[in-house]
T-cell receptor, first 112, second 113 residues
Framework: EAGVAQSPRYKIIEKRQSVAFWCNPI?????LYWYQQILGQGPKLLIQ????????DSQLPKDRFSAERLKGVDSTLKIQPAKLEDSAVYLC??????????FGPGTRLTVL | KQEVTQIPAALSVPEGENLVLNCSFT??????LQWFRQDPGKGLTSLLL?????REQTSGRLNASLDKSSGRSTLYIAASQPGDSATYLC????????????FGTGTLLAVQP
């Protein structure tokens, strides 16, 4: 069974530029999560989707971050414009049922 | 608001030692607690999941315990190996319906050969 795929793996941008990350969850997993992990900290949930609907986006900085999951499968997370403090690893996870979330390898973003 | 703390932040031990990693949480109304392993440049791998009604879970050389009333969990690693070197994260699932995980800051473990 293929795992959660994310791309790109690494991205370096200048502040005020925009960037997008892509996630392909495990086939059939209805729930998809985006987490932000700043260096030296644990992951923090940004947004949770159930199929193509948003369940929780209470910690998503909506003035600059947006996410979508139009067909209930793949998802994209966008930052526009990026700030220095957005430098982090962005992790995508998916869940079928029960408790276990499966994580992708993450995208490491560096904002200069 | 749930807060999860892990102590120590970093730990270095010689190969073969038994070791304990600690996790504490402020709100005992959790649904379950998970321990994850994170290798550099990689995602998280789930190690053990303890339901709120359970006291411990074991997998190979790993044993995790949960004392919900005191807000504590420990991860015990027996006979440590250099391959155990990684960051270990604990996360609690809050009691709500969203399956939201709240993570600690992690313990960076180095096992010296």
């Amino acid at each position: 069974e293929a795992g959660v795929a994310q791309s790109p793996r690494y991205k370096i941008i200048e502040k005020r530029q925009s960037v997008a990350f892509w996630c392909n969850p495990i086939s059939g997993h209805a729930t998809l999560y985006w987490y932000q992990q700043i260096l030296g900290q644990g992951p923090k949930l940004l947004i949770q989707f159930q199929n193509n609907g948003v369940v929780d986006d209470s910690q998503l900085p909506k003035d600059r971050f947006s996410a979508e999951r139009l067909k209930g499968v793949d998802s994209t997370l966008k930052i526009q414009p990026a700030k220095l403090e957005d430098s982090a690893v962005y992790l995508c996870a998916s869940r079928l049922a029960g408790d276990e979330q499966f994580f992708g390898p993450g995208t490491r973003l560096t904002v200069l | 608001k749930q807060e999860v703390t892990q102590i120590p932040a970093a730990l270095s031990v010689p190969e073969g030692e038994n070791l304990v990693l600690n996790c504490s949480f402020t709100d005992s109304a959790i649904y379950n607690l998970q321990w994850f392993r994170q290798d550099p440049g990689k995602g998280l791998t789930s190690l053990l999941l303890i339901q709120s009604s359970q006291r411990e879970q074991t997998s190979g050389r790993l044993n995790a315990s949960l004392d919900k009333s005191s807000g504590r969990s420990t991860l015990y690693i027996a006979a440590s190996q250099p391959g155990d070197s990684a960051t270990y994260l604990c996360a609690v699932r809050d009691g709500g319906a969203t399956n939201k995980l709240i993570f600690g800051t992690g313990t960076l473990l180095a096992v010296q050969p």
